[in-house]
């Protein structure tokens, strides 16, 4: 049973969500808030996104403004629906290895391993010179920018400025299908996408999420982090793919941890004459993880099958049904992730 009559009885809790980004892994993103939307006591003020979490916060957002709750959730479900309907015609398929033993790699497929080989010769300004990208027009036809603006949910968006390395927060007004485009921008696999004349890559080398406007910006005391990247592994990586895989987790967290310890050291030191430190002591950090994410290679990130939706999303409704379980009655109340520990992490 995912509703008790504990949480329906929960008084309302206005709640603030960080979501990570990591391509089709973000339909794991989806089940959580699928699942967080059906709870009437949350109440969403702030979400900051990266990538596909990016989306999924804007999808969401604008669904909201639209119709409530109802409508946010049958938003998203829209969304990964159409990137499954376009992902049919996608030559990136699980190769027949992997579909026998069930796995959702696309290690062994013959059209990943030639793009992941061209991707080290060749950039994408020389494979696909006109920029196309098959996520614009579902952008585009999914999430209405005008309506976003309006929405009572605010949108941090983060891309990375390519001349200066530094991270690039869109709010609400600024949010276009550009911006999401940027904030998901891995330069591998497509061109830089300009705004305001400014070229801007994915935005997990900068912030994966970015936490601080929600701390500064927001009303809500209480962030909910939505993880999809695995922070730490049991095993040491041998394979030339696991070895990449590993790096690039650890970039797109490696911001991350380094502001959550920022947060904690503020919070220690805070006092009276302190404003940041005041505000990151107010605030109240959760996590909603699973270890099913951990056992997915990063190949999958670019699985578009429907099937692959349907099991992330369901993972994501179960993992956010135990987080609530738990901890429904700690919102509001405590941080139920401990941050004092990244204080004794070695910088």
Not at 17 to 36: E, I, K, N, P
Not at 42 to 69: C, E, F, H, K, W
Not at 150 to 161: E, I, K, P
Not at 261 to 272: F, P, W, Y
């Amino acid at each position: 049973m995912e509703t008790s009559t504990a949480l329906i009885e929960r008084g309302p809790v206005l709640v603030d969500l960080a979501l990570q980004g990591g391509g089709a892994h973000g339909a794991f993103t989806w089940g959580v808030l699928d699942r967080l939307l059906e709870e009437p006591w949350l109440q969403i003020d702030g979400v900051s996104g990266t990538s596909a979490g990016a989306m999924n916060a804007a999808v969401m957002a604008d669904g909201y403004t639209r119709g409530g709750a109802p409508a946010a959730r049958e938003a998203l479900a829209g969304f990964w629906r159409a990137v499954a309907d376009a992902g049919r015609f996608s030559p990136l398929r699980r190769g027949p290895l992997d579909r026998l033993l069930g796995r959702w790699t696309l290690d062994s497929s013959p059209v990943f391993i030639a793009m992941d080989m061209m991707s080290r010769l060749f950039s994408p300004y020389d494979v696909n010179p006109r920029g196309v990208n098959p996520l614009r027009d579902i952008l585009e036809a999914q999430i209405d920018f005008r309506r976003l603006q309006d929405s009572s949910m605010r949108l941090f968006v983060t891309a990375t400025n390519v001349h200066t390395g530094r991270g690039h927060i869109f709010r609400n007004a600024d949010v276009t299908a550009d911006v999401l485009l940027a904030s998901a921008c891995l330069p591998t696999m497509f061109q830089a996408i300009e705004i305001d004349g400014e070229p801007y890559w994915d935005g997990g080398y900068s912030g994966n999420p970015t936490i601080t406007p929600l701390v500064r910006e927001c009303r809500s005391e209480d962030t909910i982090l939505i993880q999809i990247n695995p922070v730490e592994r049991k095993t040491t990586p041998r394979s030339a793919a696991e070895i990449l895989n590993r790096l690039n987790e650890i970039a797109f967290n490696s911001v991350l941890l380094k502001e959550l310890r920022m947060g904690a050291l503020l919070r220690r030191m805070a006092d009276a004459k302190d404003e940041e430190g005041r505000l990151w002591a107010q605030m109240r950090i959760h996590r909603i993880a699973s270890d099913v994410m951990n056992e997915l290679g990063a190949s999958s990130k670019l699985n578009a099958e429907w099937a692959f939706f349907e099991m992330l999303h369901k993972e994501g409704r179960k993992s956010a049904d135990a987080f609530l379980q738990a901890h429904a009655h700690d919102l509001g109340v405590r941080s139920t992730l401990e941050m004092d520990p990244l204080l004794e992490a070695r910088i």
